[in-house]
């Protein structure tokens, strides 16, 4: 995957300077981040949740309840956003102007499907669980219970754009004092027990 696919562009960045470019870092990026915001259209207002998600290379896999609202909107209209970033440190410089943030940040416009079929319900929720629990220690998916709640959403990548600010790794047009926000919402960030297969629940 270290080939960047043509759907991946910062062309249109209004700062090419903060442009992204290193593909597989962004995967990697991807991977490794717990949540997304997925965008998506109603009526006059962009209607924006939080969601656990998996990067598939060319799409990033979702699921939620059948029956709730965001269902609802992504089978009226296919069209989402979807946004992961990451707030690196805090910036202070000399200047007021150059109070800033380091951070990463990836945006794509996606076309959803959505399946109910029990099958592929279950074929994404395993795909979900392999990120989340690498270790396999869970009883199999309850198709009666959680199966029949869940609708799987597969985005489909059209767009993706990244952006990043990290002054450590070669930004120095500032003399900045850099304060780190403590680790973040990322699977890198857990300890190896919360993947040890001998965990007690």
């Known amino acids: 995957m270290d080939a960047a696919p043509g759907f991946f562009s910062n062309a249109g960045l209004r700062r090419p300077d903060l442009a992204w470019a290193d ?3 962004v995967v990697s990026f991807l991977a490794d981040q717990a949540v ?8 006059a207002y962009p209607y924006v949740v939080a969601q656990s998600y998996r990067f598939a ?7 939620f309840s059948r029956f709730g609202r965001l269902a609802q909107l992504v089978a009226e209209n296919p069209n989402v956003t979807v946004e992961v970033s990451q707030a690196v440190s805090l910036l202070k410089a000399p200047e007021a102007q150059n109070t800033s943030m380091e951070y990463r940040s990836v945006i794509a416009r996606c076309t959803a499907t959505l399946s109910a079929d029990d099958a592929a319900v279950e074929a994404q929720q395993y795909a979900a669980l392999d990120k989340y629990r690498p270790e396999k220690d869970y009883t199999p ?12 959403c597969r985005a489909t990548i059209v767009s993706l754009s990244a952006k990043k600010r990290v002054v450590a790794e070669g930004d120095t047009r500032a003399a900045y004092v850099r304060y780190p926000f403590p680790p973040p919402a990322a699977l890198s960030s857990l300890p190896p027990e919360a993947f040890d297969s001998e965990g007690r629940f």
Do not use: E, K, M, Y
């Open 36 to 43: 997304c915001r997925v965008g998506v259209f109603d009526d």
């Open 141 to 152: 998916i309850d198709r009666a219970g959680a199966t029949r709640r869940i609708v799987a």
């Open 57 to 63: 290379g060319n799409a990033f896999l979702l699921h």
């Open 23 to 25: 593909w597989p870092a």
